[in-house]
């Protein structure tokens, strides 16, 4: 294996590269241990954050949909008592026409055809 790296030589270039082989490269075990250690280090850390990154992807997640899963329950409760509501009112109302017209049935049986539906009508306010 061939490898490049910098050294000072002595003489007039001290920037100069020199190429080297395997059993030269072998010589500096400790630059060599120092890389590998480097990039193990670096993996590890690079491992470490996408963990934490999906670990945060995971509870965002979670959030999001239990607040999605409530929202869902907030919103049945209230269309079950907005629901509750209307049917009473519309029961309310539907009990004031039937009382209504059983008063005005009462009425017309009474009177007959001498009844005064335009009269009666104007003795009541809710008609008008």
């Known amino acids: 294996?061939?490898?490049l790296y910098h050294s000072k030589l002595?003489?007039?270039?001290?920037n100069a590269v020199k190429i080297s082989t395997s059993a030269e490269?072998?010589?500096?075990p400790n630059k060599n241990h120092q890389y590998k250690a480097c990039?193990?280090?670096?993996?590890?850390?690079?491992v470490f954050s996408v963990a934490i990154m999906v670990a945060i992807c995971?509870?965002?997640?979670?959030?999001?949909?239990?607040?999605?899963?409530a929202a869902f329950e907030r919103a049945r409760i209230e269309a079950a008592n907005l629901s509750?509501?209307?049917?009473?009112?519309v029961r309310g109302t539907l009990n004031g026409v039937t009382g209504a017209m059983e008063f005005l049935k009462k009425h017309i049986e009474e009177k007959g055809a001498a009844f005064d539906l335009a009269a009666w009508t104007s003795r009541v306010p809710e008609l008008h």
Not at 10 to 14: F, K, R
Not at 25 to 28: G, W
Not at 58 to 69: F, G, I, P, W
């Open 1 to 3: 294996m061939i490898a």
């Open 10 to 14: 002595q003489g007039a270039n001290n």
């Open 25 to 28: 490269y072998s010589v500096l």
């Open 39 to 46: 990039q193990r280090s670096n993996r590890r850390i690079a």
């Open 58 to 69: 995971a509870l965002v997640t979670e959030a999001v949909v239990s607040e999605r899963n």
């Open 84 to 89: 509750a509501g209307f049917a009473e009112q």
